[in-house]
Nanobody, 123 residues
Framework: VQLQAFGGGLGQARGSLRIACAAF????????VGWFRQAPGKEREIVAT????????TYTDSVKGRFTISRTKGSNTVYLQMDSLKPEDTGVYYC?????????????????WGQGTQVTVSS
């Protein structure tokens, strides 16, 4: 499956952005999906995960209450709504599809990766 992340750009602190991850060539509807981000000079970190049917989601502590991961069951698109943005949310955001129906925080459990979309939050 080929993934493409899009919708990033420049946001203001306390503002909002929404990014999306779309799948091509193969359905994404049976896979768990994770959003990761990587800031300059830092390791890639998990941001949020969602299971295949959207019934279970997880968030890293720093984005809880501000970000929302979502998908429509059967859809090939997964969204990450980012509200109350902070400058520390700046980074390249990647989406990834897990090897199975459930998603975890372990990078090694993801089989397919998108190319990333840049999110920059100004103060």
């Amino acid at each position: 499956v080929q993934l493409q992340a899009f919708g990033g750009g420049l946001g203001q602190a306390r503002g909002s952005l929404r990014i999306a991850c779309a799948a091509f060539r193969r359905t994404l509807s049976n896979n768990g999906v994770g959003w990761f981000r990587q800031a300059p000079g830092k390791e890639r970190e998990i941001v949020a995960t969602i299971n295949w049917d959207g019934g279970s989601t997880t968030y890293t502590d720093s984005v809880k209450g501000r970000f929302t991961i979502s998908r429509t069951k059967g859809s090939n698109t997964v969204y990450l709504q980012m509200d109350s943005l902070k400058p520390e949310d700046t980074g390249v955001y990647y989406c990834a599809a897990s090897r199975g129906s459930f998603a975890s925080a372990e990078i090694a459990s993801y089989r397919y990766w998108g190319q990333g979309t840049q999110v920059t939050v100004s103060s």
